[in-house]
């Protein structure tokens, strides 16, 4: 109720609508309080952020960063809007179900992307990696 409140207000509120961290780096299903949220509040903007690998630096259970176990990149996505057709479904489950789909078709291709690019920029270290073995074997 209180960040309800704060919305409509107009004051920005941060939520992870996954409800915990990723324990593989892979985006998790949206708990439904991100959509009650919304169909209550009815913001202007949802501004989706994806933070990229607290998995590494901060796994499940660790109650402090270890930043020598990678970086963390964060990505800001585009602008969702969600219209009053959206919020006057025909029930309040299917609303829900509605503004989570809209909302991770959103965040998805984003996501994707940036591990399409962390997959291949691995691959590639990996390649690089056994060719430079490789070498220094040769070489000694």
Do not use: C, Q
């Not at 004051?11 to 961290?21: A, C, D, M, Q, S």
């Amino acid at each position: 109720k209180k960040m309800v409140r704060m919305i409509k207000s107009g004051k920005n509120v941060l939520i992870f609508p996954e409800g915990t961290r990723t324990r593989n780096g892979e985006l998790n299903d949206f708990k439904l309080g991100l959509a009650t949220l919304v169909m209550m509040s009815e913001p202007e903007h949802i501004i989706p952020i994806w933070v990229d690998g607290t998995d590494k630096i901060l796994p499940i259970g660790s109650n402090w960063p270890d930043w020598k176990n990678g970086k963390v990149k964060i990505i800001i996505g585009s602008d969702i809007k969600i219209t009053g057709n959206d919020l006057s479904l025909y029930g309040k489950k299917i609303g829900i179900k509605k503004i989570l789909n809209i909302i991770a078709d959103k965040i998805a291709p984003a996501y994707a992307i940036e591990r399409r690019k962390k997959i291949i920029r691995n691959y590639l270290t990996k390649i690089l990696r056994e060719e430079l073995l490789i070498l220094r074997n040769k070489l000694n």
